[in-house]
């Protein structure tokens, strides 16, 4: 599985490319089967004008599934990265979880439950 990084007009420190991919490496580790590939871009969301806000925004192809895409922003391109690595870890279970389970087909009984 790839995983792309893109910063745009923020400059990357050294080390966040690395430090990028080995979040979502763990966050999306056991998930690695359903995903076709990931890319993370971060952003500066004041550009020139200055200021502390950086934008995380994560998408990622995953295999018949929809895609998951979102943006987390924070004070620090690393508190950006870490709150989404979180959530992808939350989506992906959410989602895979989902798809496995079976649907209830229509006009198929319903247990009843002791009283």
């Known amino acids: ?14 080390g966040l490319r690395d430090y990028v991919a080995r979040r ?7 998930f690695r089967d359903h995903i076709q590939w990931a890319r ?11 200021g502390a806000d950086k934008r995380c925004v ?4 995953l295999r018949n599934l929809p895609d998951v895409v979102f943006a987390i922003t924070q004070l620090e391109v690393r508190a950006a990265v870490d709150e989404a690595a979180d959530r992808v870890a939350r989506v992906l279970a959410q989602r895979v979880r989902r798809h496995q389970r079976p649907a209830r087909q229509a ?9």
Do not use: S, T, W, Y
Request: one cysteine or more; aromatic letters at 2%; hydrophobic letters at 45%.
């Open 107 to 115: 006009g198929a009984p319903v247990a009843a439950l002791p009283a």
């Open 58 to 61: 994560v998408q990622l192809r």
């Open 24 to 30: 979502m490496r763990f966050a999306i580790g056991r």
């Open 40 to 50: 993370v871009k971060v952003a500066d969301v004041n550009g020139p004008k200055g």
């Open 1 to 14: 599985m790839r995983i792309d990084l893109h910063c745009d007009g923020v400059e990357a420190p050294p």
